[in-house]
DNA sequence: AATTAAATAGACAAATCTGTCTATTTAATT
DNA sequence: AATTAAATAGACAGATTTGTCTATTTAATT
């Protein structure tokens, strides 16, 4: 089964958008643009997406499944729990790194659309969401010093990683996220 | 000695670049929105204005100022360093609910136009950074517990504050971030 | 009161934006 | 091989963008 013509043109302009969308913000990039970088013609865009509203949506449905699948892929190279909780916080550390420290691209994204489709706002905090059960559920597995309950550990690392990455996307380096990482090694 | 008519204007334009910049984007506001809702005329603003840049540079200079007047206002209230410090977190929830949940101005600058112009950049990591001193100072007042060394307690008050902003901004609500006043509630 | 400076309304240019449409070519399927 | 569907290039509309310019009115200053 190889793949369809038409997934190929989506896979293009789904690509383009997202690294246009991420590094120029979604504002400043026009169709005609991502267009021209995905190589594609203007009619197979709005052949597969309504709108430039509808794109942004595609492109934040697609970057949430990859997002999440990429950090159950990091810290499935441990078992213990303790260290998969600090491998969320380096790996938001080498992501910020790789993206150039560009910031959260949920809170870009957020930010910029997040009032104008119902759709955005969802998406976004149903990531979030992901996130935060996902150290909920560590927390709970990691046996840890209890300096305090399960929740206020949970919301902690929670916190310390979206304010590590708007600090990464400010300062233009991941040492807050480094920090972030010693601190919770002394929490837990 | 009252009020210059040039002063007036640029007051009105900077109050409403603010108000449209930060609850639309900079990119979603048009100059001409900015002059209707300011009331005055076009040439006025490029008269104090060279570009839409400029405008932005300048909304956020006095933005930066009058927000950091505000906090040391806020937490001159009570003379104990860790009352200071809760009242940081108490104050950016009480912020946060005025502002209708958009998050922080600064990020949103950042994330918008921090790439297109230094001086945007700039203005952001000074304010971002007296935030961080201030922390500093007010840890090393508080004779805290010393859970963590006082570089710790700054870094980790400073992330979870920047991470309630944030995650107000996503979830429309004010509860990480008193969920992070308790929690450094416990810390110090 | 006369002069000077600033604010105003609004036309205008030049570029850019999203989205539509047509005519043609390419590729997949029957 | 014939048919069907999709991708292409590109013109086009209509709206919007930033920024400039002119002519006029308003306000402050000498």
Same mark, same amino acid.
């Given at each position: 089964?190889?793949? *369809? %013509?038409? =997934? /190929?043109?989506?896979?293009?302009?789904?690509?383009?958008?997202?690294?246009?969308? $991420?590094? *120029? #913000?979604?504002?400043?990039?026009?169709?005609? &643009?991502?267009?021209?970088?995905?190589? @594609?013609?203007?009619?197979?865009?709005?052949?597969?997406?309504?709108?430039?509203?509808?794109?942004?949506? !595609?492109?934040?449905? %697609?970057?949430? =499944? %990859?997002?999440?699948? %990429?950090?159950?892929?990091? @810290?499935?190279?441990?078992?213990?729990?303790?260290? +998969?909780?600090?491998?969320?916080?380096? $790996?938001? #550390? *080498?992501? =910020?790194? /790789?993206?150039?420290?560009?910031?959260?691209?949920?809170?870009?994204?957020?930010?910029?659309?997040?009032?104008?489709?119902?759709?955005?706002?969802?998406?976004?905090? *149903? !990531?979030? &969401?992901?996130?935060?059960?996902?150290?909920?559920?560590?927390?709970? &597995?990691?046996?840890?010093? +209890?300096?305090?309950?399960?929740?206020?550990?949970?919301?902690?690392?929670?916190?310390?990683?979206? #304010?590590?990455?708007?600090? !990464?996307?400010?300062?233009?380096?991941?040492?807050?996220? =480094?920090?972030?990482?010693? @601190?919770?090694?002394?929490?837990?």
């Amino acid at each position: 089964m190889t793949k *369809q %013509r038409g =997934q /190929i043109v989506i896979d293009k302009i789904l690509d383009t958008a997202e690294r246009l969308f $991420y590094t *120029q #913000g979604y504002c400043n990039t026009g169709i005609n &643009q991502v267009i021209d970088e995905a190589d @594609i013609a203007k009619g197979s865009l709005y052949k597969h997406f309504e709108s430039k509203t509808d794109l942004m949506v !595609a492109y934040l449905q %697609r970057f949430h =499944q %990859r997002w999440y699948e %990429r950090i159950e892929q990091e @810290i499935s190279k441990t078992e213990d729990p303790k260290k +998969k909780l600090l491998a969320i916080l380096e $790996y938001h #550390g *080498q992501r =910020q790194h /790789i993206r150039e420290f560009g910031g959260c691209p949920f809170i870009k994204a957020n930010n910029e659309a997040g009032m104008s489709d119902p759709r955005i706002l969802a998406e976004i905090q *149903q !990531a979030k &969401q992901r996130l935060k059960n996902l150290i909920k559920t560590l927390v709970s &597995q990691s046996n840890h010093k +209890k300096l305090m309950t399960d929740k206020e550990l949970t919301e902690t690392i929670y916190l310390m990683t979206e #304010g590590g990455v708007a600090a !990464a996307s400010v300062f233009k380096q991941d040492k807050d996220l =480094q920090a972030a990482k010693k @601190i919770l090694q002394k929490l837990i």
